[in-house]
């Protein structure tokens, strides 16, 4: 079975610091992941995916297979970074998956001026 | 487009009763994923809808039930509501049935249970 694991509930850092957010996942096939973001007040919505290989508000996130990591980081934090992040599993077991997320707990990230 | 809509924002119900919750999805999307999220955990998957025919299923009782009509909105259906059914809960469509697509959240139904 499939399953994610954010090891952090909350995570506090001062403004311009690094952050690294951890997420560990459980799955036998082959993984897509992502990260979301849930801003105070606004709805989920998708940060990056592992797939794209992109950086997102200066976030970037990679995949290490071996290690069964999605690790989040930025080497600079801002204030407007403080939210909750979850880490998400898309299954695709031979191609039949049909967008089945399996979703961490989340972290809530606060930066302090 | 608004997004991905759902309808009502919040619901209080009592236990027993049955509750439908409603969401449309971003126009030109034929998927449609629910997603249970209880107080302080991530989002739990219940149902996908492709299409008009159920994709997938989550670890949830037969007391919940999905459809997706020909527009591509979707309901989600509860039966003999239990208390542990409070929750927030999501819709998220996509365009395309498999991985490798982001799926857009709504802003989710309250449902409280009494």
């Known amino acids: 079975a499939q399953r994610v694991t954010q090891p952090e509930k909350l995570l506090s850092v001062f403004k311009g610091a690094p952050v690294e957010l951890k997420c560990n996942y459980s799955y036998s096939g082959s993984p897509e992941l992502f990260w979301y973001v849930q801003y105070s007040r606004q709805r989920l919505q998708l940060l990056l995916r592992h797939i794209s290989r992109e950086s997102i508000k200066g976030f970037t996130a990679d995949l290490n297979k071996g290690e069964t990591s999605f690790h989040l980081k930025k080497p600079f934090a801002q204030e407007e970074d403080s939210a909750m992040y979850y880490c998400?599993?898309?299954?695709?077991?031979?191609?039949?998956?049909?967008?089945?997320?399996?979703f961490g707990q989340g972290t809530i990230l606060t930066v302090h001026p | 487009d608004a997004g991905v809509t759902q309808s009502p924002t919040h619901l209080i119900k009592t236990r027993g009763q049955h509750v439908t919750l409603r969401c449309s999805p971003i126009s030109g999307h034929k998927s449609v994923s629910w997603y249970q999220q209880v107080l302080g955990q991530g989002p739990q998957f219940i149902f996908q809808?492709?299409?008009?025919?159920?994709?997938g299923r989550g670890n949830f009782p037969d007391r919940f039930s999905a459809r997706q009509f020909p527009n591509y909105s979707s309901e989600l259906n509860v039966n003999a509501l239990l208390l542990g059914d409070s929750a927030l809960y999501l819709c998220?469509?996509?365009?395309?049935?498999?991985?490798?697509?982001?799926?857009?959240f709504g802003p989710g139904t309250r449902l409280t249970v009494l």
């Open positions: 809808y492709y299409e008009k025919e159920e994709r």
């Open positions: 998220a469509s996509s365009g395309r049935p498999s991985g490798y697509n982001e799926q857009f």
């Open positions: 998400a599993l898309n299954t695709n077991a031979g191609g039949t998956s049909y967008g089945k997320l399996t």
